[in-house]
């Protein structure tokens, strides 16, 4: 059991749980404007090969992160008219948001690299790693703490950030308007429209920073289809922190921790198809277990039109 549960374990989860989180804030700041954005995994998946283009073109990291942002709020911008704009149904809307990322991206991947699966370069820059100063001396706490990519840190001041804009702020709770009650929110002169535009944009966004956090921070590559569920397993975090960002970080911890344990469980001679399962089966039975039906019917509600 030491050889599983060790430090680096848990380091590795710290690293495993950033896009899983980033995507997921996302889609609870889209659940809470009354928008069930079913396309996070579309939108990470942009992000990520975005950042790889990004970094190939310039070579330079901070560019590579507005280069993925930029992208990303491009589908977004498209997701929003489609749903808001022109009344779609929204959860159409995300799946075919997925598959267009999934088949640009392979197309483009071959269009740009001229390479088929993946692309790799030995001499590309991946996301710096910060080691913080007094932490980094703990024994344990240090190893599993310190060390990270900017972006690792940079999620945990998103989700103390966004728990303070959504509950301590006047725009926060207009925001909170908009999705609860948008019919009232109207009346009161609260412009919807215009805050499930933003909220969409900040969606798209953070899964930029989520694909970037895949492609150049947990690795420095990109692969057709790298983000494998993970938009999915973000939009269950969503719906099991109930769209408040410190239950959407927690659910996160959760997911990120397991998809680090069935990496680590390939090291104990287990079969690796079963072992890669783990993650997905965890998000299946935390569905199962999901006794709150709050949001189930906001996503049923979103399925007919937009509001």
């Not at 390479?115 to 599993?144: R, S």
Request: glycine content about 12%.
């Amino acid at each position: 059991m030491d050889q599983l549960f060790d430090v680096s374990l848990f380091a590795s989860a710290l690293r495993m749980v950033t896009p899983i989180l980033l995507a997921a804030l996302g889609g609870a700041i889209c659940a809470r404007v009354g928008l069930f954005n079913v396309g996070l995994e579309g939108l990470m998946l942009i992000g990520a090969f975005s950042a790889i283009v990004g970094n190939y073109l310039t070579g330079s990291i901070a560019v590579s992160l507005l280069f993925a942002i930029g992208c990303t709020l491009v589908f977004s911008l498209l997701f929003a008219f489609m749903s808001i704009q022109l009344q779609a149904n929204v959860i159409v809307v995300g799946i075919a948001l997925n598959f267009l990322a999934l088949g640009l991206t392979t197309f483009s991947l071959r269009a740009i690299f001229d390479v088929k699966g993946a692309y790799y370069d030995k001499n590309m820059i991946g996301l710096p790693k910060l080691d913080i100063p007094l932490i980094q001396d703990i024994p344990w706490l240090g190893d599993v703490l310190s060390g990270h990519s900017v972006l690792v840190y940079a999620s945990i001041l998103i989700v103390i950030g966004l728990h303070y804009y959504m509950f301590r702020t006047v725009s926060g709770f207009r925001l909170l308007a908009a999705g609860e009650n948008p019919t009232a929110a109207r009346s009161l002169g609260i412009k919807v429209t215009r805050i499930q535009y933003g909220a969409v944009l900040l969606c798209g966004a953070l899964c930029g920073l989520a694909g970037a956090q895949l492609s150049l921070g947990n690795v420095t590559m990109f692969t057709e289809g790298m983000t494998a569920g993970r938009g999915f397993i973000a939009l269950v975090a969503t719906m099991l922190g109930q769209s408040n960002p410190l239950g959407v970080a927690g659910a996160s911890l959760l997911f990120g921790f397991m998809e680090s344990l069935s990496i680590r469980l390939q090291g104990f001679a287990l079969p690796t198809h079963f072992t890669m399962m783990v993650p997905y089966v965890v998000t299946i039975l935390a569905m199962l277990f999901f006794k709150d039906k709050g949001y189930m019917q906001e996503a049923r509600k979103s399925s007919g039109s937009s509001r």
